[in-house]
């Protein structure tokens, strides 16, 4: 699999909305992972100068995130087709549209799934390979647990599978192989890596989480969102309980991992996943990797 990303390690650096910007991405692809870059809030210029930070930061193979369901998409594909980077992932939706012209360019596809059945759909349009990830995750997150997502994907297709949600270091490699997966996407972890561009609040508040210090919000608006238990996440499922319109719902989230990332952690959206609790301290991109992969 490591031919298929051209990587030292079977590692991908999940992207983070906002966060994945280039000294992440190129320190994890210097450490021998894919780091990822994020597009969210970019527009061309913008990903143009990103992608060129990487480059002139590294020399290894990176990534391109595409959030489905973000509204600078039918600016940034094109883009992507005629200026390829080495890696795409797709999140929340189908890359359907544009799969085979970012392939014909020489770009690797890889599809973050959350069911056996959107991976049977990634498989039949030809992607080249796959992240299963599970409902522990941080950020936006399906329904499904890694455990036994990610088994039931590795035994529906016939294509590499990375396994994402709840794995911070070697015991979770190993147990992603067991469940047949070639490697892992990880996002907590790399949260708390020193090159993460966050406030220092962000990362202590996922240092101090413990196994059940993460909530997840946005049921109601059908997009459910895995962040820090935190005062904002209080008022908005005392809200949802209540019955609140959509729309104030969505006024609450609205901006808040932007919050997050000054340092307002009591009003900020802290996306992190339940992993968080196994982690005590900030730590450089090379020192998280060597604690994924400790023996090579
Ligand atoms: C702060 C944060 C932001 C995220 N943003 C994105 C995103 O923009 N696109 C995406 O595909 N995944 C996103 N994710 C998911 C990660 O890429 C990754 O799949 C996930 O974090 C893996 O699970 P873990 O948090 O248990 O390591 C995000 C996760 C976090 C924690």
């Known amino acids: 699999m490591t031919t298929i990303l051209g990587t030292k390690y079977p590692l991908i650096q999940g992207a ?5 910007l280039p000294p992440l991405v190129a320190a994890v692809s210097n450490a021998g992972g894919l780091g990822v870059l994020t597009t969210t809030n970019m527009d061309v210029p913008a990903l143009e100068a990103a992608i060129a930070a990487v480059r002139a930061q590294t020399d290894k193979p990176f990534g391109v995130n595409l959030m489905l369901q973000q509204a600078n998409m039918a600016e940034i594909v094109p883009y992507l087709i005629t200026h390829p980077v080495p890696v795409v992932t797709t999140s929340a939706g189908t890359p359907k549209a544009f799969c085979q012209a970012i392939q014909a360019a020489g770009t690797k596809v890889v599809a973050v799934i959350p069911s056996v059945k959107v991976a049977v759909k990634m498989a039949a349009l030809g992607v080249d390979a796959l992240v299963a990830e599970g409902m522990e995750s941080g950020g936006h997150i399906g329904t499904e647990t890694t455990f036994s997502l990610v088994q039931q994907v590795t035994a529906a ?5 990375f396994a994402a949600g709840g794995i911070a270091d070697a015991a979770g490699v190993a147990a992603a192989k067991a469940l047949g997966a070639v490697g892992v996407q990880v996002g907590t972890a ?3 890596a020193t090159e993460t561009p966050i406030a220092q609040a962000y990362k202590d508040a996922v240092i101090a989480a413990t196994d059940t210090g993460t909530v997840v919000t946005g049921l ?4 459910a969102v895995r962040s820090l238990k935190n005062p904002l996440t209080t008022a908005y499922l005392e809200a949802e309980a209540a019955g ?3 729309d104030s719902l969505h006024g609450m989230l609205d901006g808040s991992l932007t919050r997050a990332i000054n340092g307002d952690i009591a009003h900020g959206t802290l996306m992190a996943g339940q992993i968080a ?6 730590a450089p991109v ?9 023996e090579d």
Do not use: E, M, N
Request: zero cysteines; a negative charge; charged letters at 15%.
């Open 157 to 161: 297709v016939d294509l590499p599978v």
């Open 286 to 294: 090379s020192a998280i990797v060597a604690r994924l992969f400790p």
């Open 244 to 246: 609140a319109d959509a």
């Open 220 to 223: 109601a608006l059908h997009d």
């Open 277 to 282: 609790g196994k982690l005590t301290g900030v």
């Open 16 to 20: 983070l909305a906002q966060i994945s």
């Open 190 to 192: 790399f949260l708390v």
